[in-house]
């Protein structure tokens, strides 16, 4: 019976020993639990507590006002020494006034020489020489005017002879072609005038220089720099010009040429048409 209570008291106590520890142990798990719950909250709280930063507004993006074309070619003339840049102005201006006139006046010049040609040459072959002459009068360009002297002999009783007519068709030839090339002589004056200038200024924006150095006894760049700004923006100013005239200028000899090979194919076309002809003395 001693045994029997004694077995009994061990398991109790074993058991009671046993419930002590886990109970020890949720009660540390609970702390630890309780623990990060407050710690939790008051990071929460401190959050919520704590200002928002307050966002600071954009710098305003400022957008930088480019000049336009024509102030700033007016500056840089001003800074290039308006004495100089009105000379190289001058140039362009001019320059461009002939290339203009000559432009009108070859485009004016050129017409459908194979179509006159052929309209020409029908009437010859009718007799209409009359008529002939008229539509050379109407026609406008050194093609007619070569083909109205050629039918004013061919209607003639004694210039009609084929020597006679190849004459008068070269020689008017000529006269034409001297219209045309009329002017461009001007423009060519103007070509090589334009960077002289330029140079011209550069020279003395040389000069300047070498005076500002001789003044203040110094080789600094601030010294120097007005007088290489002179010199440097009229070189490239009167290169621009003769840039500009230089391409005019390609464009109405191309024209020239162009009308030059029309002149020479109706004078060939011409003597044809005159020898065919009843009026000719062949």
Request: net charge negative; aromatic share 6%.
């Given at each position: 019976?001693?045994?029997?209570?004694?077995?009994?008291?061990?398991?109790?106590?074993?058991?009671?020993?046993?419930t002590?520890?886990?109970?020890?142990?949720?009660?540390a798990?609970?702390?630890?639990?309780?623990?990060?719950?407050?710690?939790?909250?008051?990071?929460?709280?401190?959050?919520?507590?704590?200002?928002?930063?307050?966002?600071?507004?954009?710098?305003?993006?400022?957008?930088?006002?480019?000049?336009?074309?024509h102030?700033?070619?007016?500056?840089?003339?001003?800074?290039?020494?308006?004495?100089?840049m009105?000379?190289?102005?001058?140039?362009?201006?001019?320059?461009?006034?002939?290339?203009?006139?000559?432009?009108?006046?070859?485009?004016?010049a050129?017409?459908?020489?194979?179509?006159?040609?052929?309209?020409?040459?029908?009437?010859?072959?009718?007799?209409?020489?009359?008529?002939?002459?008229?539509?050379?009068?109407?026609?406008?360009?050194?093609?007619?005017?070569?083909s109205l002297?050629?039918?004013?002999?061919?209607?003639?009783?004694?210039?009609?002879?084929?020597?006679?007519?190849?004459?008068?068709i070269?020689?008017?030839?000529?006269?034409?072609?001297?219209?045309?090339?009329?002017?461009?002589?001007?423009?060519?004056?103007?070509?090589?005038?334009?960077?002289?200038?330029?140079?011209?200024?550069?020279?003395?924006?040389m000069?300047m220089?070498?005076?500002?150095?001789?003044?203040?006894?110094?080789?600094?760049?601030?010294?120097?720099?007005?007088?290489?700004?002179?010199?440097?923006?009229?070189?490239?100013?009167?290169?621009?010009?003769?840039?500009?005239?230089?391409?005019f200028?390609?464009?109405?000899?191309?024209?020239?040429?162009?009308?030059?090979?029309?002149m020479?194919?109706a004078?060939?076309?011409?003597?044809?048409?005159?020898?065919?002809?009843?009026?000719?003395?062949k």
């Open positions: 019976m001693k045994k029997l209570f004694a077995i009994v008291a061990m398991v109790a106590a074993c058991s009671f020993g046993a002590s520890t886990v109970m020890a142990q949720e009660e798990s609970a702390t630890d639990t309780t623990t990060l719950v407050a710690d939790s909250a008051a990071v929460d709280s401190a959050a919520v507590e704590e200002p928002a930063a307050v966002e600071e507004p954009a710098a305003p993006v400022v957008e930088e006002q480019t000049e336009s074309l102030k700033a070619l007016k500056t840089k003339f001003i800074e290039g020494d308006a004495g100089f009105s000379l190289v102005a001058i140039a362009l201006v001019l320059g461009l006034a002939f290339c203009i006139e000559r432009v009108i006046y070859l485009s004016l050129q017409v459908n020489t194979r179509k006159f040609a052929a309209e020409l040459a029908s009437l010859v072959a009718a007799g209409k020489i009359a008529d002939a002459i008229q539509k050379c009068k109407n026609t406008r360009g050194p093609v007619a005017q070569i002297k050629a039918m004013n002999c061919l209607n003639s009783n004694d210039q009609n002879d084929i020597a006679t007519i190849e004459r008068t070269n020689m008017e030839a000529e006269v034409q072609g001297s219209y045309l090339e009329e002017n461009c002589s001007w423009i060519t004056l103007f070509i090589a005038m334009a960077p002289s200038l330029g140079f011209l200024g550069t020279v003395i924006g000069v220089a070498f005076d500002d150095i001789q003044r203040a006894g110094d080789i600094s760049p601030t010294v120097v720099a007005g007088g290489m700004k002179v010199a440097l923006i009229t070189t490239i100013f009167g290169i621009v010009v003769a840039l500009i005239l230089q391409v200028y390609n464009y109405i000899l191309s024209k020239v040429e162009a009308l030059t090979s029309n020479e194919e004078a060939q076309e011409l003597l044809v048409m005159c020898v065919k002809s009843d009026k000719c003395k």
